[in-house]
């Protein structure tokens, strides 16, 4: 039988991408009883998001980009939710050792 693992294949995802996959994330384990105690706080996870959502409209859309340093402040905002998230993916993959529902219940 094959084990199911958490999806960690994100790094490709756009900047929006990440932040609406990050906050789908948030939401899923937002209450859910099966992960009580995650390594990355939920208060951590949603400040991580909303700083990477500031950035984004910060920089700009295509056409009409923002400063250098708005550009390095979204890289770094998109490392954080990244780091984030596999951290958080760790964590339901060792709760949920291969249990499809259980990962699909973390978002």
Do not use: C
Request: proline share 5%; charged share 15%.
């Amino acid at each position: 039988m094959d084990r199911f693992r958490p999806v960690n294949k994100f790094a490709s995802y756009d900047f929006q991408a990440l932040a609406d996959f990050g906050q789908g994330i948030h939401d899923a384990l937002n209450g859910n009883a099966t992960f009580p105690t995650p390594p990355v706080t939920l208060a951590a996870q949603q400040a991580a998001i909303t700083a990477l959502d500031n950035a984004i409209v910060a920089w700009g859309p295509k056409g009409n980009r923002g400063s250098h340093a708005s550009h390095v402040a979204l890289l770094a905002a998109r490392d954080v939710v990244r780091e984030n998230i596999r951290n958080l993916a760790d964590y339901v993959d060792g709760i949920a050792a291969g249990d499809n529902g259980i990962i699909l219940s973390a978002g």
